[in-house]
């Protein structure tokens, strides 16, 4: 479990560095825009308005007012300073090496950007999917109880498959916070039953004595 679950995060770690290498700056103010478009018309302008003022606090928070953003820039990019003090390389780098490395750094704070917007918005669905899982929980926990009292054997398959779903739509929570395409609203509640359902199985499943 521990090596599959490094190897999941080294996929996520992998896609991270994939888009901040190969995708466009322009692709990226695209999806951003593709993707507000999206959130408008599912929980209208002002909704979209306060997620986006939420994002930019935390992003601020984490990364500007901590000066991380620009001591990222400064460590990749020589400033006009340096160049002068570098006798004989003032000019190196400057309209082609260091303006790509600058494009890329600037794909990858979008990114970031994008992923801690993107957080903001799954976490709106947290209440629903406490009131989703609750019913679906005792519906389980009833069903493993009923089988306690007249001897049904839980299934090992059901149990292990619902549990590699959860497992699943939590590693998929992960990777779309960083896709490099617009990820539709209506993803998360989805998300929401299929993760109740699977919980619902797994507590209707497991052993009758753990």
């Known amino acids: 479990m521990t090596r599959n679950l ?3 995060l080294m996929l996520w770690l992998l896609e991270v560095i994939l888009v901040a ?17 999206m959130m408008i018309g599912y929980f209208g302008a002002e909704k979209e308005s306060q997620i986006s003022r939420t994002a930019q606090r935390w992003f601020d928070r984490l990364f500007v007012s901590t000066g991380i ?4 820039f400064r460590y990749f ?3 006009e300073r340096e160049r002068q003090m570098s006798k004989g390389f003032e000019d190196v780098g400057r309209n082609d090496l260091f303006p790509f490395i600058e494009s890329r750094l600037n794909v ?6 994008q992923m801690i917007k993107r957080l903001t918005t799954a976490c709106i669905w947290l209440p629903y999917l406490a009131a989703a899982l609750l019913p679906f929980v005792v519906d389980g926990l009833v069903r493993r109880k009923i089988s306690q009292t007249n001897f049904d054997y839980p299934s090992p398959m059901a149990h292990r498959y619902s549990l590699y779903l959860i497992l699943g739509a939590l590693y998929l929570l992960l990777v779309s916070l960083t ?6 609203p209506q993803a998360i509640p989805i998300g929401v ?10 507590l209707a499943n497991t052993q009758k004595r753990v």
């Open 69 to 72: 953003r620009d001591s990222v």
């Open 77 to 79: 990019i020589p400033t």
């Open 108 to 113: 990858l704070w979008d990114t970031i950007f």
């Open 193 to 202: 039953f299929g993760v109740a359902y699977a919980v619902n199985v797994l």
């Open 21 to 37: 290498s190969f995708v466009s700056d322009r692709w990226t103010r695209e999806l951003q825009r593709a993707e507000d478009r």
């Open 179 to 184: 896709l490099p395409f617009p990820i539709p």
């Open 6 to 8: 490094l190897f999941s």
